[in-house]
C-alpha cells in the first residue's frame, strides 16, 4: 500500500525558508486522481491544509499561503516537496503529507477530515525559532 514519509530541518530561523520532501512508496504520484498534499497542525490548533500537487502536476494553495508557497515534484523519485518562505514563528507546526484520491476536487480544500485522506505521512515537527 501506499506509504509517505516526510523528511527535513526540525529547526528554521525566521525569514528563511522551510523546506520538506515527501518521499511515497508503494503509488505512483502521477496515478490518475492521486492528489499530495500538504497539511499542519500548528501547537493546539487544528489541521490546515496548505496546498497540494495534483496526478498531472497542477498545483493549488491555500489562498493565505499563496504568496509564500511553492510545491514541486519530482516524478523519476516519485516525491514531491514543499518550500515554505519567510517563514516565521507562527509557522511552526507538525507538517503532515497526505494523499486525497479523488475523481474531482474543488479547490482551496478545506480543513482535512478524519477520513478525507486515505494515506498519511507520521508527521514532522518544524520550529521556527532563533
Known amino acids: 500500500q501506499v506509504q509517505l514519509q516526510e523528511s527535513g530541518p526540525d529547526l528554521v530561523k525566521p525569514s528563511q525558508t522551510l523546506s520538506l520532501t515527501c518521499t511515497v512508496s508503494g503509488g505512483s504520484i502521477t496515478t490518475s486522481y492521486y492528489y499530495w498534499s500538504w497539511i499542519r497542525q500548528p501547537p493546539g490548533k487544528g489541521l490546515e491544509w496548505m496546498g497540494a500537487?495534483?496526478?498531472?502536476?497542477?498545483?493549488y494553495y491555500r489562498p493565505s499561503l499563496k504568496s509564500h508557497t511553492s510545491i514541486s515534484r519530482d516524478t523519476s523519485k516519485n516525491r514531491f516537496s514543499l518550500q515554505l518562505s519567510s517563514v516565521t514563528p507562527e509557522d511552526t507546526a507538525v507538517y503532515y503529507c497526505?494523499?486525497?484520491?479523488?475523481?474531482?476536487?474543488?479547490?482551496?480544500?478545506?480543513?482535512?477530515?478524519?477520513?478525507?485522506?486515505?494515506?498519511w505521512g507520521q508527521g514532522t515537527q518544524v520550529t521556527v525559532s532563533s
Open positions: 500537487i495534483g496526478y498531472d502536476g497542477t498545483t
Open positions: 497526505a494523499c486525497r484520491k479523488q475523481k474531482e476536487l474543488v479547490f482551496p480544500l478545506g480543513p482535512p477530515g478524519r477520513y478525507e485522506y486515505a494515506y
